[in-house]
DNA sequence: TACAATTGTGTACCAATTACACCTTCGTTT
DNA sequence: AAACGAAGGTGTAATTGGTACACAATTGTA
């Protein structure tokens, strides 16, 4: 943790040490308790929620600098980290401007590398940054007021993910190590925001051969136990790189 | 067109009038002849070629930037253009630095944003840039060496337009107004480089509803003239946001 | 007028998706 | 301990979509 002098320090020299008008933000999903969450940070300064963000080292790659950040953010590394959309209205950041307008480094324009990372959600430990109190998973269904483009940025990160269902598959970052087959088609309703059949969804996901039919069963629910599955990375990397299906 | 002096003035201003640190690339595709082209330019030092690029202007937004920057080669406004990567190494445009390091503004670390383009041949009117002698189509048959990591940014491009090719409607800005379906059939077969049948063609382009079919034919030809079509605008816009198909 | 080449159209077959039903198993209730 | 409710496991018929073909029609040319 730095000091209020140590961080005013950083700040005076971020446009030494950041590329100037180049910006990050993430939007982490995560998956718990049968619904969709996404990591966010809450202003000191006002009653508005922001994604975590951060910037580009001079010398640094720009795919390395969405992992640093999502690690400051996480405490993990190693996670599903894609690019999805480049921000670059030059309104985009006027009320933050104003807001920070006695950082000399934010009074600048920024244009926005988005990414979506999708992660184990009790992997990750939440942390806020320099200029929030709260770093916690909201979610999707109460999701507090943006700043910025925040919402359109998420708002676009959710669309690229439900398009991304179609020809990759996903659940791997977002599903414990083992998990049944109920539980991963909740995460594909949640994902889509609708209802799939559950025998028909069971068919489909199998003979993608990305998943391994575990011997035990998940005991402890009033009900039939169902079955435990794990993925079969190696298959599942395949279809990561293959795509799942084609068109044409 | 500028003078000498007129343009070592422009580029002493650069860092000035530009944000620094990011760049535009566009990868315009065209379709002439049965062919696939991309439009490059050929450096006025070396024997390799490059994509059309460009800067941001300090208040502009990259949308614009992009149009801006395709218009000044090709003359043509208002066509497809989407933006595909970021391209954020930073070493990407280590070469480039050394080559023109007496121009003060290339002398730092570019992000490049990559956009392409779907662009009607008969429209457009190649005209280099202040750095090369050559702006032309090349066809994608016989591509001549890139400068940079402009091999990798058209790979990406062209893998990105196969990729959408599954759940977007394309052809409306290749094409001319008026086409035959053996016509519009070669456009796919060509950006997927893969034989299609042509009846199971017919019948599946057809069925997306986006093409009018037309009373004329196209006589001339040595054999059975072919009806010609023209795109259902209304339709095919439609089809665009709405994606062709859905999988879950 | 016959021919070669190309287009228009149709159909049988297989694969994938959809819409369902029935049985099994778990903890709970009585 | 037997019956029950609720959820999971598995199967199948009907429909849709995709693939692989064949044949007739039309064009300019030989």
Redesign the interface.
């Given at each position: 943790m730095l000091t209020k002098q140590e961080l005013d320090e950083h700040w005076a020299q971020a446009r030494e040490i950041y590329?100037?008008?180049?910006s990050i933000d993430c939007v982490v999903f995560g998956f718990h308790e049968g619904q969709l969450k996404v990591l966010m940070l809450k202003s000191n300064n006002e009653e508005a929620w922001y994604l975590p963000g951060g910037f580009?080292l001079?010398?640094?790659?720009?795919?390395q600098?969405a992992n640093r950040i999502l690690k400051e953010r996480t405490g993990i590394d190693e996670v599903f980290l894609r690019?999805f959309?480049?921000f670059?209205?030059?309104n985009r950041t006027k009320f933050h401007n104003e807001a920070y307008k006695e950082n000399a480094f934010f009074n600048q324009?920024f244009?926005s590398?988005g990414y979506y990372a999708l992660v184990d959600f009790v992997d990750v430990k939440p942390m806020p940054d320099a200029f929030s109190e709260i770093c916690t998973w909201r979610d999707l269904n109460d999701l507090p007021t943006f700043q910025l483009d925040h919402e359109h940025i998420f708002r676009t990160a959710l669309d690229t993910l439900r398009?991304q269902?179609?020809?990759q598959p996903i659940g791997y970052n977002l599903m414990p190590q083992e998990f049944t087959m109920p539980e991963l088609q909740k995460l594909?309703e949640t994902i889509?925001d609708?209802k799939?059949d559950r025998r028909n969804f069971q068919r489909r996901i199998l003979a993608f051969g990305i998943l391994d039919k575990l011997e035990q069963t998940r005991k402890g629910g009033a009900h039939k136990a169902p079955y435990l599955y794990s993925f079969n990375l190696e298959n599942y990397q395949a279809a990561l790189t293959e795509?799942?299906?084609?068109?044409?």
């Open positions: 590329l100037n008008h180049i580009v001079n010398e640094e790659p720009i795919e600098a690019q959309h480049v670059g209205d030059p324009r244009i590398i398009l269902l179609n020809y594909y889509l609708k799939l795509g799942l299906q084609g068109g044409w």
